[in-house]
């Protein structure tokens, strides 16, 4: 199978803290990770992709200073909130994939919540 | 704008029934086609990759393309209460970052 962790699954923090989240392929190395919002009953949102080594590629709308996405690893992709607010709220999910036409594999998802 | 369409339900069918997923999609030269399972409240979980036309089988699970038509299914044999999900169809293009396009998915429901 084709592993990915993400970590933590839940943070709760108050509105203006700077929040890590790291995703990592377990079992595989992971040539792009991908970074998706997803809102109540709504689908997934791609924000942006990472390839190792080379500066991420966001979404059309996604603040690249507000979400920071560092993929320093074959493994290992973080993505940080900055100076989050309440409407930064979400459930955030990573995925991994090895090459070209793989599929994506997505990690467990990290629950934010901002007072 | 590429587009990726799915009905969104809910389906509802009872225990040991058939369920027929579809999907459609805009962008004729799309090469990859995924099925994906979200439960409630959790991430998406691949169920089902295909790349070429014609069916492709495991398990109970059946994938079924047809790029003329630009349609793309998922068959679900002998549907449990625990199929009860949103199936959300994933399609990739030929551009180098092959990022997935996903559908709004469709809401299964199985009945015991």
């Known amino acids: 199978g084709a592993v990915v962790s993400q970590h933590p699954s839940r943070v709760i923090c108050k509105s203006g803290t700077s929040v890590k989240i790291e995703c990592r392929s377990l079992?595989?190395?992971?040539?792009?990770m991908f970074w998706y919002r997803q809102f109540p009953k709504q689908s997934l949102m791609l924000m942006a992709t990472?390839?190792?080594?080379?500066?991420?590629?966001?979404e059309q709308g996604v603040e690249k200073d507000k979400f920071l996405i560092n993929h320093a690893s074959l493994t290992l992709s973080t993505l940080t909130v900055t100076s989050a607010h309440p409407e930064d709220s979400s459930f955030y999910i990573c995925?991994?994939?090895?090459?070209?036409?793989?599929?994506?594999?997505f990690g467990d998802g990290t629950r934010l919540s901002i007072l | 704008q590429k587009e990726v369409e799915q009905n969104s339900g809910p389906l509802s069918v009872p225990e040991g029934a058939i369920a027929s997923l579809n999907c459609t999609y805009s962008?004729?030269?799309?090469?990859?086609f995924f099925w994906y399972r979200q439960y409630s409240g959790k991430s998406p979980e691949l169920i089902m990759s295909?790349?070429?036309?014609g069916d492709k089988e495991d398990g109970r699970f059946t994938a079924q393309l047809n790029k003329a038509s630009q349609y793309v299914s998922l068959l679900i044999r002998d549907s449990q209460p625990s199929d009860s999900a949103t199936y959300l169809c994933?399609?990739?293009?030929?551009?180098?970052?092959?990022?997935?396009?996903f559908g709004s998915g469709t809401r299964l429901l199985v009945r015991p």
């Open positions: 995925s991994a994939r090895r090459t070209g036409d793989q599929p994506q594999h």
């Open positions: 079992d595989f190395q992971a040539t792009t």
């Open positions: 990472s390839n190792e080594g080379s500066k991420a590629t966001y």
């Open positions: 962008d004729r030269v799309s090469q990859s």
């Open positions: 295909i790349y070429s036309n």
């Open positions: 994933a399609v990739s293009g030929m551009d180098s970052s092959y990022k997935l396009i």
